[in-house]
């Protein structure tokens, strides 16, 4: 990127108005977007071709220089084009159709080709710049020569090449890789060894920047630069000269049309959520017109689609001759996305890899059960987060708890399938080294509760051959052209083999980058990968809609590999009721997998090959402590299912110690606004408290200088010792303010100052849940008012961790196991011993 960048300022004589990546695109698109603007035509001749020849330190032709030839080109356009003119191309008369427009403009080219090659030729900066061109393409092409030689024949190729040979120019845009940039597809004519070298050079560069400038539109200036470049990209691109036009493109990255035909509106996005934004918010004007429906570009292969508006139904690109000739020939589509207000809305798309019929992958967004209207906005989306959650937690509760009535929902029909496909990995009996049966990944907080997930299988399951990784560490692994080990990881190639194996990915979004690439990386080896997400209408979704299969053999059944949480599309970024989904919808697909290898799929060469050794009363245990966390959700939290607010015990014993918490971490910025009163009033009024006192009872006691004006000794000294105590106060102001305020609020007064440490210490999934959470909250704090958070396991490492930490002041909320359960009472043992440890252990300085 930074030679790109450094190459553009060059190139474009401009400076960079930022570094980032996007800035070198949009240098990239403006460089090639030649159609109309013999200027940039011209530019794109003079300097593209030259790099691509392999001339690096060739000096291009200066904007001035270039706006000079520029010029020369327009003024024979004009004559060409001028009513009197003689020659062949004369513009059709009306209505002009496609075809004539064609043979129009190549009658023109031919023309203008043809007239200026001549006049170019004495030009003396573009012979300049053609001559160091055709030097620097000649010492290149005979590097074995020597230089003396070289030059001979370069001199000689002005007034006749004996040897007979195009070098320079000519064979730079003959074998240059970036071809799709400046040739067509017509073959090159024969070289003609008496004529002059250099006249060829400028036929050659003037055909090739008329090509430019009749060819290289947006929409052609896209393609080229998606076909060339490497990476993930996920453009829209405009430009001051199309005002009627504007390209979209997807490679690695995920963008979405949203159409409106009623409101006449389309919407893009990288985002599938942020193009339905119009759904309910906009009022109909053409009732009468199609429903609105959104299309997922094709970013795994690579997609390009040029939306142009406009009064008529004529092709956006009908001046560009690759074009035409490409959507006559299939390899473009043109669709016609609706006509409003007598504007016709039209989208002509280029794919990369198979090609697939645009429009059949619309999706209506309007009456469609499975897509769902953004959430309302709200000042508080983290406050509105936790009051769902309640509500939330039923509706899970009940959505699969239908299972039992005889009810069957989507949900229950992807964990059918979920089950049916580990029943036929366990089957195959697959062995050898890094054999994988389940792998589960995700990132971040959707990974910790993945991690759980596993953990809790393993425990119903000991055989079954669980593993999970982070999908950033398959993705470097597996998908990158060059892999980038795991340092300090078991996981590298050799390490798993995923052939066949059943992926669980989780993903709260659907869309974040490093799952959706894991799901598309992993179809080459298994065809068994569900998602665990907060909708149906994800980009993961609809990646893993195409595995869906129908089974033709006996019964016809249909697989499902999409399970939601209900969720939903939550904007906060503090991960909450979202996390709270997913565990609860794990819980709910473990307790599913227990029921099916026990009851519904009784074979006892399956649950022998888990090791499952549970019983029907193991689950309904299970079952009923997971009912159990709806009111506990609700005691927790203080709300409803309603979402209304609810006073119970546990949500007031919270909400006072939040106080207590907030006090210590506020009191920074409240001891300085102390602080800053005390000044203000000691300065303002010339009266610090210890001096001011001392003052006023000099004045109680009388003047204090005698009848002569002498100051008194004593009053002297005693005024010396007061400023001197005011001294100390100002040095230590935010000490005493700080006490002053602990003895106020009744905390204790000898906690250490400064910014607080909050450590949080539970299983592994929640302290780092909570960790995250806590973090994110005060990410835009500032850092008066911020606090420090840390997150350790207490049955593990929080005392080998924190203990030498723990100073007077540190906030410490640990995660108590529910010892009334007796798999659990060891557990709350031993957290119990780490917190007393933990508090006792204090940094007394």
Known sequence: VEFVQEWLIKTLHC?????????????????????GNWFAAVRLASVVWTQVAGITDCPSLT??????????????TRAVTAPSWAGRAQFPPPPHTKP???????????????????????????????????LCGIMADRSAASQPEMLSRHGESRHGSKHGSRHGLAKAFSTNKFNVFITDNEEEEEEDKTEPFCLK?????????????????????????????????????????DQEQMVVVARGQTMSLAVFPRKGLVLFGSEQAAVKSALGLVDDIDPSAREAYRVDLDDLGGEIVLIGWGQSNQSPEVLSAK???????????????????????????????????????????????????????????VGTDIRDIPKLTRE??????????????????SIWTLARHLKRRIKMKKEGHGAVDLLITGQEVSLWAGEQFASDLAMVFPKLRIKTVSANKVLALMGLEFNSPSVGFQYNE???????????????????????????????????IFVVAGDWDTQISRALRAQTKTHKAGVGSIESFVI????????????????????????????????????????????????????????????TLSVSNCGAMRDITGYDVRGDKMETETSQALFEQADVWANHILEAPVAWIMSAVYVFGTVMSGFPVVYGILTLMGEIGGDDSDDHGVLDDHWAWMKLVALFLDSLVYIFLPLWTTILLRLVQGRHWLHRLGTRSIVVGDVPWVSQSVDQFLSKLFARSFSIASVNVYSANPVDHLVHKFTHRVVRGTLLAVGRPDGRLNGLTAAENAVTLAVNQASSIQHMG
């Not at 200036?221 to 990476?231: E, M, P, T, W, Y």
């Not at 645009?358 to 906005?377: D, V």
């Not at 919808?585 to 888990?610: I, K, S």
Request: glycine residues 6%; negative net charge.
């Open 100 to 134: 004539q427009l064609q043979e129009y403009y190549r009658l023109l080219r031919e023309e203008i080709t043809e007239g200026l090659a001549e006049e170019l030729l004495d030009h003396a900066e573009l012979a300049k710049h053609l001559k160091y061109m055709n």
């Open 201 to 241: 050079d400028v036929v050659l560069f003037v055909k090739k920047a008329v090509d430019a400038f009749f060819d290289n539109d947006i929409m052609f200036a896209a393609h080229s630069f998606l076909l060339n470049a490497k990476g993930s990209f996920g453009l829209a691109i405009t430009s001051s000269l």
């Open 494 to 528: 050799e390490s798993y083999d995923l052939k066949d194996t059943v992926v669980l990915i989780i993903s709260h979004s659907g869309g974040t980058f490093s799952s959706l690439a894991v799901s598309n990386l992993l179809k080459s080896v298994t065809d068994s």
């Open 323 to 381: 074009f035409s000739d490409a959507v006559v020939s299939g390899v473009f589509q043109q669709h016609k996305l609706y006509t409003f207000e007598g504007a016709v809305v039209m989208a002509s798309v280029w794919q990369q890899s198979l090609p697939s019929e645009f429009m059949r992958r619309a999706i209506p967004l309007e009456g469609n059960p499975l897509i769902h209207r953004l959430p309302a906005t709200s000042k508080d989306p």
């Open 15 to 35: 400076p960079m108005p930022s570094g980032t990546d996007s800035i070198a695109v949009a240098g990239m698109i403006d460089l090639f977007r030649t159609q």
């Open 564 to 623: 939601t949480t209900g969720a939903g599309i939550r904007p906060a970024e503090p991960v909450s009721l979202s996390l709270v989904a997913t565990h609860l919808t794990l819980t709910q697909m473990l307790l599913y997998l227990m029921r099916y290898f026990v009851t519904f799929a009784n074979d006892p060469q399956v649950q022998e090959a888990l090791g499952a050794s549970y019983t029907e009363h193991t689950i309904m245990e299970l079952y």
């Open 63 to 76: 904007p001035a220089a270039c706006q000079r030839v520029a010029e020369k080109f327009e003024a024979k």
């Open 396 to 413: 899970i509760q009940e959505l699969w708890g239908s299972d039992q009535e005889g009810n069957n929902t989507l949900n229950q029909l």
